[in-house]
């Protein structure tokens, strides 16, 4: 063990360095904010996996979420009696029909104002701690509630008065989070501590690897948040009945995405085998992502086991990966299981680049989205960095 924990100290700082390599100015990296915000994940890490304080925390988060799936399964089932609660239940029914009353949970909570002022706390907090511009540390946040592409839309005031460096920055950023609408979904297939514990981290390393690719330097006249206009809400129920049919269209999208990665990538997979038996996609992915994963204090064996499902997701999505593992995710080691789950909780994938850069073009003009998709591989790195570094970090304290 104390030779895997070293490897995977080590993987940690060659992340860092790996971001280094890469960024737009190394003179102006800001070394003494990077060791402030690792002194700062270890600590947060340490609190929600080793103290057990910090454990009974997240495991009454945890029930919590577990009480509210079981509340949307009154209505799930209520609908699809026959579908729910069978020994072999679907993982639409599973995982993503509680959808369905989550989302238009947090909506309500954001029509009556109090996800906002949660969300402004926490950026001013996060601000203060990092030393980063204002704006970078509420967006963080408020991607960690409302997901990127929400978040993009409701800053879009902000982002068309923005620099190009400064995009930049949000468009890294926006390749590290999940929504909390989905925090329940992951908890019915993956274990519901390391989801929660990845939410934070993956804040935390975002900010960590933005500021090393992209190292942003403004003036006090420019750090501000532009107050979004206040406009006449609608009635509660057209609100809420909005939202609902939102939540449904998530669950059809998802479905679809789930469907067509899963048929593509058996195509490929034939169309591999017809090259070599043995050739097969996750094999490819596995060989390029074992490095990587070595680097997360992993043997051999369980390296490449998670490396295939690591590349699986990045060219994938995470349900797909989600999906696949939940049936043997009791044969994983403690430490496998947690970095490989870890690793999951986030959209950082090919399809959410197009996303992104979609979201920029409907906001910012044309030369400064053309400019922002010049960088995709930047994007894709800096997703991959930040679900790296996410896992290395609770890697250290589960064994």
Request: hydrophobic share 55%; glycine share 6%; with cysteine.
């Given at each position: 063990m104390n030779f895997f924990l070293l490897i995977n100290v080590i993987g940690i700082l060659v992340f860092i360095g790996i971001a280094f390599l890469f960024s737009k100015d190394k003179k102006n990296v800001n070394w003494k904010a990077i060791s402030i915000l690792v002194i700062f994940n270890l600590f947060l890490v340490w609190l929600l996996t080793a103290f057990s304080g910090g454990r009974w925390f997240v495991g009454q988060v945890a029930d919590a979420f577990n009480w509210l799936i079981d509340t949307a399964f009154?209505?799930?089932?209520?609908?699809?009696?026959?579908?729910?609660?069978?020994?072999?239940?679907?993982?639409?029914?599973?995982?993503?029909?509680?959808?369905?009353?989550?989302?238009?949970?947090?909506?309500?909570?954001?029509?009556?104002?109090?996800?906002?002022?949660?969300?402004?706390?926490?950026?001013?907090?996060?601000?203060?701690?990092?030393?980063?511009?204002?704006?970078?540390?509420?967006?963080?946040?408020?991607?960690?509630?409302?997901?990127?592409?929400?978040?993009?839309?409701?800053?879009?005031?902000?982002?068309?008065?923005?620099?190009?460096?400064?995009?930049?920055?949000?468009?890294?950023?926006?390749?590290?989070?999940?929504?909390?609408?989905?925090?329940?979904?992951?908890?019915?297939?993956?274990?519901?501590?390391?989801?929660?514990?990845?939410?934070?981290?993956?804040?935390?390393?975002?900010?960590?690897?933005?500021?090393?690719?992209?190292?942003?330097?403004i003036s006090k006249e420019e750090d501000v948040i532009f107050e979004m206009k206040k406009e006449d809400k609608p009635p509660f129920f057209s609100f809420l009945g909005d939202s609902i049919l939102g939540a449904g269209k998530l669950i059809l999208i998802i479905t679809a995405m789930i469907i067509a990665f899963v048929s593509l990538a058996t195509l490929i997979d034939k169309v591999l085998m017809l090259i070599a038996p043995w050739l097969t996609l996750s094999s490819i992915l596995g060989v390029i992502m074992t490095p990587f994963s070595l680097l997360l204090g992993l043997s051999f064996g369980e390296a490449f086991q998670t490396a295939q499902y690591m590349g699986t997701k990045l060219v994938t999505n995470e349900f797909v990966v989600m999906i696949d593992i939940m049936p043997i995710m009791d044969t994983f080691s403690p430490h496998m299981k947690a970095v490989l789950t870890t690793f999951l909780v986030s959209f950082a994938n090919f399809s959410t680049v197009g996303m992104i850069l979609g979201c920029f073009n409907g906001i910012v003009s044309k030369e400064k989205a053309d400019n922002l998709s010049r960088g995709v591989w930047l994007m894709i790195l800096s997703g991959t960095l930040v679900s790296l570094l996410s896992a290395a970090f609770v890697g250290l304290f589960v064994w």
């Open positions: 009154s209505g799930i089932g209520f609908a699809f009696a026959s579908m729910v609660h069978v020994e072999n239940m679907d993982v639409v029914f599973s995982a993503l029909m509680p959808i369905l009353l989550v989302v238009p949970l947090f909506d309500i909570l954001t029509y009556f104002g109090i996800l906002p002022k949660i969300i402004k706390f926490l950026g001013w907090a996060l601000s203060k701690l990092t030393g980063q511009p204002k704006f970078e540390s509420f967006y963080a946040i408020e991607m960690m509630f409302l997901g990127n592409t929400e978040a993009l839309a409701v800053s879009g005031g902000q982002l068309k008065a923005m620099s190009q460096q400064r995009l930049f920055t949000v468009s890294l950023m926006s390749m590290s989070c999940v929504s909390a609408a989905m925090i329940g979904a992951y908890t019915q297939m993956i274990p519901a501590e390391y989801v929660l514990t990845a939410i934070p981290l993956n804040i935390i390393n975002a900010i960590i690897v933005t500021s090393i690719l992209n190292p942003v330097s």
